[in-house]
């Protein structure tokens, strides 16, 4: 007990202090949660969540921001080719310079050279690249010390915030381009003592069934009892759930994690349905690891303030968005979490709405925007789009769709014109565009689901294959 308070304590005194954390510390924390589980058969995780969301006043964490700017700034001028020729250029003293004086980060610019985001002294052992879903995709480089930390706050999130424990069953039904999420995912199981394995993108009929098969595992559940996916392929299970008559009673779920995109409130209210399961969301990504964001139960978008700064920008003008308005999410990931490819101010693309008065939420301790919009300048955003479209019954999931000026073009069932027509208004669409078949289409929104994985089907009785 002794050693577990003295290495909370450690840990909270390296946050306030900027020094690195031990990994070890961390590694002995999760060890000790897993104790707790065991003997006591569940960790209190409402009562987690209110410790780790209990806010300091806005003086302190001021005063902590500009302190941990300071910190990254002078590492990010020492060490990496980018931030040195850039503050130079621009004249600024790494002492002295504040966040706003920096100009943002283009994503562009990374991904054109990601070799001079590199730390100097950094010790690079693993590359992430982004999916390539919303752009081209992005090489990040990771040491082994940033690797130990992403790991354990993944276990710890796990445990803490889903009651993840050694009996659980983990299915990860994401795609195996996520590289950096599916070995924080796996190795926190490991750590953890549950078992997990990786399904990816293939047949949603496959996924199915891997989800509705025993698994007969000692000490484990019988059936997998959670799983992560992205919002596309898990609007394809619903879809194929609901085809072939799939309920509650057919699976073991207690969660499904959804991650990489935006869920609406539509297709997680049908998942619950379907799979009977605690619909989860959150907001992560490689670029701006460890920094995350989980939504509250008023629809915020709440993030941790000691991984990272949050702004929220004007995208042209790159001043401070207004209170109730829309602008861009700009992310700064703090020391020492980030120490391989330091980013000052990254432009993410990802838009929100700043709250227009103080949150009133279980999380308002916690720095606060809308959840995210999705990506472009409006003033129609994705978030809108798939509401519409994901709540109507009439339009097969995962919906495809397009939007070209002011015109929806959308697959879906004619049957669905008059609702469709009404919600588009709603949102300032002035037409909509019925297609019974996908394939004519315009250039349709890319979605993660898109990235298909096969997996072969044999044949036990004829000895054939087949690729799925």
Not at 307 to 326: R, S
């Amino acid at each position: 007990m002794l050693d577990t308070a003295w290495r909370q304590l450690r840990y909270g005194v390296t946050l306030l202090s900027g020094r690195r954390v031990r990994p070890a510390d961390l590694r002995h924390l999760v060890a000790d949660m897993v104790a707790t589980a065991r003997e006591f058969g569940a960790l209190d995780t409402t009562r987690m969540r209110e410790m780790r969301e209990a806010g300091i006043s806005p003086d302190a964490r001021q005063a902590l921001d500009a302190r941990r700017w300071r910190a990254i700034v002078r590492k990010a001028y020492a060490q990496v080719p980018y931030y040195r020729a850039e503050l130079d250029r621009l004249g600024l003293d790494p002492g002295t310079v504040q966040s706003q004086d920096v100009p943002p980060t283009p994503k562009s610019v990374v991904r054109a050279c990601p070799e001079l985001f590199v730390a100097r002294d950094a010790k690079p052992v693993f590359q992430a690249w982004t999916t390539g879903t919303t752009g081209t995709p992005t090489a990040f480089w990771f040491s082994r010390y940033e690797l130990e930390l992403a790991t354990t706050f993944t276990a710890i999130g796990l445990m803490g915030d889903l009651g993840l424990g050694p009996q659980d069953v983990f299915q990860i039904c994401i795609s195996s381009r996520a590289a950096l999420g599916l070995y924080n995912t796996m190795e926190a199981c490991r750590m953890i003592g549950a078992a997990c394995f990786l399904t990816g993108l293939p047949d949603p009929e496959v996924t199915l069934a891997r989800l509705t098969t025993p698994v007969h595992l000692p000490g484990k559940v019988s059936r997998p009892s959670a799983i992560s996916v992205h919002a596309s392929y898990l609007a394809e299970l619903v879809a194929t759930a609901e085809r072939l008559g799939y309920g509650p009673q057919d699976f073991g779920l207690r969660w499904i994690a959804n991650g990489g995109e935006i869920l609406s409130d539509a297709l997680k209210a049908r998942a619950a349905r379907v799979f009977g399961a605690e619909v989860r969301d959150n907001y992560a990504m490689t670029e701006t690891f460890p920094l995350s964001g989980e939504p509250c139960s008023q629809g915020h978008l709440h993030t941790a303030p000691d991984l990272g700064l949050v702004e929220v920008l004007d995208p042209t003008t790159w001043e401070p968005t207004a209170p109730g308005q829309v602008g861009m999410l700009v992310i700064t990931p703090f020391a020492p979490y980030r120490e391989t490819m330091p980013l000052l101010r990254l432009a993410t693309g990802d838009m929100v709405r700043t709250l227009d008065e103080p949150a009133g939420c279980e999380m308002a301790g916690l720095p606060a925007t809308s959840r995210l919009l999705g990506r472009g300048d409006g003033p129609v955003f994705q978030r809108d789009v798939l509401e519409l479209l994901e709540g109507e019954p009439m339009v097969p999931l995962p919906c495809r769709y397009a939007i070209d000026g002011e015109t929806l073009h959308v697959y879906a069932e004619e049957r669905a014109r008059g609702r469709l027509e009404a919600g588009a208004a709603a949102l300032g669409i002035e037409k909509v565009v019925l297609y019974d078949d996908p394939a004519a289409l315009p250039r349709i929104e890319f979605y993660r689901g898109l990235l298909r994985e096969t997996s072969v089907v044999r044949e036990e009785g004829s000895g054939t294959w087949s690729l799925r």
